[in-house]
Each structure stands twice: as structure tokens, then as C-alpha cells.
């Protein structure tokens, strides 16, 4: 009864997707030309990440994307800059993005994104970040200001 009650629960956490299964990146392009971009997709994430990838390859950058829960395999100072992606939980700034925060505080080439549901909410603590609605009437603003913000980082 235990070993099918513990076979029975590893067989869920490996279909759910449990983080602690997740195998690091193989051969992951690093370097100043490689921007690496963090997040969970969404219709508007996906759409601005589209935009900002097609502006970095005209200006000669490869980028990489990845899933939030592979975050841990990811250090900022790898990369010519690295943006982090995420939503804000019941209005407060999620637990993974501060602990992505807590470890690459020293790397000056981080760029966080916030999406929130009121577009009045700007994130400051613990980090400052660019902060919007995830609204497909922003998605050319937004993909603008965080490419002229990644500009400002691949410098």
C-alpha cells in the first residue's frame, strides 16, 4: 500500500511539472551579444517579447527565453542583459521574482517587468521595475520602453 501511495505521488509531481524535476539549460549561448528573457507566457508577454527579440536581432543580439521556473539555472552576470518577467500576486511582487532579485542583486544588467491588472500600480520595492497592464492595446509601448531601457543596460 505505502510503495503504491509513493509511486502514485511521484507520477504526479513528474506529469504536474514539479520544479525540483527541471534539468538546467544544455548548451545555453552566453556573452555580451545575449540578451536572455525570463517569463511565463501570456498572450501580451508573448507578443512584447516577440517585438523586443526582432529589435535586438537587427542590432545584432541573440536572445534566449526561458520558463520562470527555470530561473534558478539563470545568472544575470552571464548575459549582456537579462529581463525577468513576471506578474504581481494579490498586489504584492511574487516570491521568485524578489529571490531572482535577492541573487543577482550585484549585476546592473537585470531588468524587471511587472504585469498587473491596474495600470495605475508602479512597482519600486524591492527593485524598480517596469510595471504595466497586460492589455494588447500596450503591447508596441511597452516592447518600446523596455527595448529603449535594454539600450540603456547593452551600453
Not at 513528474?14 to 540578451?35: H, Q, R, W, Y
Not at 529589435?55 to 537579462?82: Q, W
Amino acid at each position: 500500500m505505502r510503495k503504491s501511495f509513493a509511486a502514485a505521488l511521484l507520477l504526479i509531481l513528474l506529469l504536474s511539472g514539479c520544479s525540483m524535476f527541471a534539468n538546467a539549460p544544455g548548451e545555453i549561448l552566453k556573452g555580451d551579444k545575449t540578451v536572455c528573457i525570463i517569463y511565463n507566457e501570456t498572450v501580451f508577454k508573448t507578443a512584447v517579447v516577440k517585438n523586443i527579440t526582432a529589435s535586438l536581432e537587427i542590432k545584432g543580439y541573440r536572445v534566449i527565453t526561458d520558463r520562470v521556473k527555470r530561473a534558478k539555472f539563470y545568472n544575470s552576470a552571464n548575459y549582456g542583459a537579462l529581463v525577468y518577467m513576471s506578474e504581481l500576486w494579490a498586489w504584492h511582487v511574487p516570491f521568485h521574482a524578489k529571490k531572482f532579485f535577492k541573487y543577482n542583486k550585484f549585476s546592473r544588467n537585470t531588468l524587471f517587468v511587472v504585469t498587473a491588472g491596474d495600470p495605475r500600480r508602479e512597482v519600486h520595492k524591492p527593485f524598480d521595475a517596469v510595471t504595466c497592464a497586460s492589455r494588447s492595446n500596450l503591447v508596441d509601448s511597452k516592447a518600446y520602453e523596455i527595448g529603449m531601457k535594454l539600450d540603456r543596460i547593452l551600453k
